[in-house]
């Protein structure tokens, strides 16, 4: 086994948390705090699995099932949002209910309510089972159909193709949603798009970071869970563009082999992933033979979504409310 031979760590900007995960954990946090542990939170609040057990250490209780949370109880929903029926049967089971959809999520699911009404069917753009994809096909109750690829666009049959429409999950690989967009326009001449698209600043700003660092390193290190949608897409693209590139949830699983005969390090988050995690990896490249650490210039983000109504001290939600 020859030596490892890093010499350099290219960090991407930007990269890990972003406005919508900010504001989901805030919600949390402020939760525990101002009403007390537990509080049950609907699916993973992001998909990192050292953010959900920190949040598990502070008492908070995941569940996927709403049978599961007590009656009288507070439960968040979490970033990726929920369908209807999800927002009813919690309203009607009476919980205090905080909604840490992001908001660029519940734009889409407020666009496809505002277009359902004027008789749009959708075709949606998204991985299949994913709780986002959940979350906005379930505002209607039927006229949504996915697509996961260029295939599914040819076998796709709507009702009707006058007043079609596209939605999008808003963490896809930028590059694979045009190219789906395009074989539904290709099929559907008359299909409306959505004037800017659905994926989300955070996810297009960490792809187009990852493009501009691959071609300079060796190997690209993704930081993020096995869940997490934004990260996966990362590691792909690093590796579509030619660059070995592995996924990792903690700096543990850093294999060392993956570093021989590498020089230069590019390094990167998922926008679920916390940055001490990042500095963790950089420690054990560092230990690796890594001698400088170096920042690319990149977009620098300043978007922050506010928190829902009813998080602050002084004012306490009546039960069955949904903020
Ligand atoms: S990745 Fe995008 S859509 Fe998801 S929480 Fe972050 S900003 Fe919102």
């Avoid at 999520?105 to 004027?118: F, I, N, P």
């Avoid at 959940?134 to 949504?144: A, C, S």
Wanted: glycine share 8%.
């Amino acid at each position: 086994m020859s030596e490892p031979s890093v010499n350099e760590i290219i960090l991407a900007e930007p990269r890990g948390f972003c406005a919508g995960v900010d504001r989901a954990i805030e919600i949390v946090e402020r939760a525990i705090a101002k009403f007390g542990a537990p509080i049950y939170v609907r699916h993973e609040i992001v998909h990192n699995t050292y953010v959900v057990n920190e949040l598990k250490a502070k008492g908070a209780i995941f569940i996927e099932d709403l049978a599961d949370v007590p009656p009288g109880s507070t439960l968040i929903f979490s970033a990726h949002g929920v369908s209807k029926a999800v927002e009813a049967e919690a309203q009607a089971r009476g919980f205090d209910v905080f909604d840490a959809t992001c908001p660029l999520v519940t734009k889409v699911h407020v666009e496809v309510a505002k277009l359902a009404k004027e008789g749009y069917e959708f075709i949606m753009i998204g991985h299949k089972g994913h709780p986002e994809v959940e979350g906005t096909m379930g505002q209607l109750t039927h006229g949504i159909h996915l697509v996961e690829d260029v295939a599914d666009v040819a076998k796709v049959q709507p009702g009707q193709t006058e007043k079609l429409a596209v939605v999008t999950q808003t963490t896809l690989s930028v590059d694979d949603a045009a190219e789906i967009a395009a074989a539904v326009r290709a099929r559907f001449p008359k299909v409306r798009e959505p004037k800017q698209q659905d994926i989300c600043y955070a996810t297009q700003n960490r792809q187009d970071a990852v493009k501009i660092m691959s071609p300079q390193v060796d190997i690209v290190i993704v930081v993020g869970s096995p869940t997490s949608s934004n990260s996966n897409r990362l590691r792909e693209l690093a590796q579509r563009l030619g660059t070995e590139s592995y996924m990792v949830d903690s700096a543990d699983e850093l294999q060392p082999e993956w570093f021989e005969g590498k020089t230069r390090v590019g390094l990167t988050a998922g926008a679920s992933a916390p940055e001490v995690l990042v500095r963790e990896v950089i420690d054990r490249v560092k230990a690796l033979g890594a001698v400088s650490v170096r920042k690319m210039d990149g977009i620098e983000e300043t978007i922050k979504f506010p928190l829902p109504k009813g998080l602050k001290l002084e004012d306490r939600p009546a039960p069955g409310h949904i903020s």
